[in-house]
């Protein structure tokens, strides 16, 4: 996804619960329905910042990550947090987007990686990982918005494994242009993963194998609209599984130029079949990018761009 960029010109910066492990764990009806209560509960649905916000932040002038931007993703395991960031130093479309790692005990105070960037041979942003039998995997855009995967056993040596391959559902190549912000789930040895194409649907592809993803239909399973909030954009950022049911984080916009954004939440039983919930959306503010995070006894918030800022359950 490709959040409003004139911010960053002007200012030259800017889960069953949960690690993001498969065995630990980690089509939309657009027309807005009465969900019961217990669909959407007020722990993983109602947020409040904590007051000592941002907890990261850019670093200073000059810096391979004076800007940080979109998706980051934040995984909790048994020694603590660990984050992946984009960084970059005075943003142009011609300037290598890199990859940055940080690390906290408590996941508010991070510490950057002294040999930040981690990754800088090809454009890496808006990842996620994904962690399956001691391998971490992450998903995320190349230049161009081509959804790619990387692979690492020690969260900070990357292997580019290339560009994903997505198959329409007769197996021939989806059509050319952007499919970025890979989003996946992992369950029963199926990887589903949830891509948008230029932030206007949310489509679903699935594999075996990695290799081939074959669309489980070639027409969106979260549609843009009918609503004003979402009218113009949408990109998931994390699926998670609570008490049975399947939930989409996922940022949206109502203004065509993409310069305000929301989070939001989908619900699903089968990770095939989505309804909105009426109550989107959850957080605004421009907060984007944002995922639900466990830490042991319940979900922090995390939104990413253009700085990390935490949120606890309300209630």
């Not at 939309?28 to 209560?37: F, G, I, Q, S």
């Not at 906290?104 to 990982?129: A, C, H, L, Q």
């Not at 992450?138 to 056993?153: H, N, P, V, W």
């Amino acid at each position: 996804m490709k959040n409003n960029l004139l911010p960053l010109f002007l200012i030259s910066i800017p889960l069953l619960f949960f690690s993001c492990s498969g065995k630990d764990n980690q089509s939309n009806t657009n027309t807005p329905t009465e969900e019961k209560p217990q669909l959407f509960p007020d722990e993983i649905t109602k947020f409040t910042p904590l007051q000592e916000n941002p907890i990261f932040t850019a670093a200073k002038e000059g810096a391979w990550d004076s800007g940080i931007r979109e998706r980051g993703f934040i995984m909790k395991e048994e020694d603590g947090y660990h984050m992946w960031y984009t960084g970059f130093d005075k943003y142009d479309e011609n300037r290598m987007l890199k990859l940055g790692y940080a690390f906290s005990e408590d996941g508010i105070e991070w510490t950057r990686y002294k040999d930040n960037p981690i990754f800088s041979e090809s454009w890496v942003e808006d990842m996620m990982v994904w962690k399956e039998d001691g391998v971490y995997y992450m998903f995320a855009e190349g230049r161009g918005d081509i959804a790619k995967m990387l692979t690492s056993t020690d969260r900070i040596h990357w292997e580019n494994q290339g560009n994903i391959d997505i198959r329409k559902v007769d197996g021939s190549p989806i059509s050319e242009g952007p499919y970025g912000t890979p989003t996946v789930w992992v369950e029963d040895e199926v990887w589903y993963l949830f891509y948008e194409r230029g932030d206007l649907g949310i489509w679903l592809a699935t594999s075996n194998d990695r290799k081939v993803w074959t669309n489980i239909q070639d027409d969106p399973i979260i549609k843009i609209g009918p609503e004003s909030y979402d009218k113009y954009g949408v990109a998931v950022n994390k699926i998670i599984k609570y008490q049975g049911n399947y939930y989409a984080y996922y940022h949206a916009t109502s203004l065509e130029d993409w310069s305000d954004w929301t989070m939001n939440m989908a619900v699903s039983p089968d990770l095939k079949t989505w309804t909105k919930y009426s109550g989107n959306p959850i957080m605004g503010e421009n907060k984007s990018s944002g995922f639900p995070v466990h830490d042991g006894e319940k979900f922090r918030f995390y939104t990413m761009h253009p700085e990390v800022v935490i949120h606890y359950p309300s209630k």
